[in-house]
């Protein structure tokens, strides 16, 4: 039978006489405390934020809750191609196409229009995926971030949630 070498890959810590006493443990625990107080209170070092009144800065890529995109001229960029729905790796997206008519034309650039559109925020993983897929610019995960809510209907984005004033981002770039 062979020779089995084990290693220690740490030495067994070995406390000293004062590392042994219970006041030592709860001396240390409260030092930590009044560092971070101290650090907080007159420092301006805080890591917390007093939410909701004071919101933090987001990095630019950072993906919040989807919004939908206008032209110049106000007409809805999303010309109901699927894109985002077929690439949504969640199946979290639902369109409706519509034709667009004569009396509506002035709102889209196109002959589709999204008659229905719906994300189930309980199944996005905030991939961005639709977002990279989208041929027109439409969608963005640029919205806000704060998206609790007690119920499930809430979390649903509907296209008119998500639809934002005229002039977004244009196509590439976000707000
Ligand atoms: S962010 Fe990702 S998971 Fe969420 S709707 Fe877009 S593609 Fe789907
Ligand atoms: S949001 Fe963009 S990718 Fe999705 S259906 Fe509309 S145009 Fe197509």
Redesign the pocket.
């Known amino acids: 039978m062979g020779t089995i070498n084990v290693v220690n890959v740490a030495a067994k810590h070995k406390p000293s006489w004062y590392q042994r006493l219970y006041s030592y443990s709860i001396a240390k625990g409260l030092w930590i405390t009044l560092k971070h107080f101290i650090k907080a209170a007159f420092l301006k070092g805080a890591v917390t934020l007093e939410f909701p009144e004071k919101k933090r800065k987001f990095s630019s890529r950072f993906r919040g809750m989807h919004t939908?995109k206008r032209d110049e001229i106000g007409r809805e960029?999303?010309?109901?191609?699927?894109?985002?729905?077929w690439i949504c790796p969640a199946d979290a997206?639902k369109?409706e196409a519509g034709h667009v008519t004569p009396e509506i034309q002035h709102l889209h650039p196109e002959d589709k229009f999204?008659k229905k559109?719906e994300i189930d925020l309980l199944r996005c993983i905030f991939c961005g995926m639709?977002e990279e897929?989208?041929?027109?610019g439409?969608?963005y995960l640029d919205g806000p971030a704060e998206m609790a809510a007690d119920n499930r209907e809430d979390l649903i984005l509907t296209k008119e949630r998500m639809m934002q004033k005229v002039g977004g981002p244009i196509l590439g770039e976000r707000v």
Do not use: E, N, V, Y
Request: glycine share 0%.
């Open positions: 939908m960029r999303c010309t109901s191609c699927f894109c985002c729905m997206i369109i999204a559109f639709c897929a989208c041929p027109k439409a969608i």
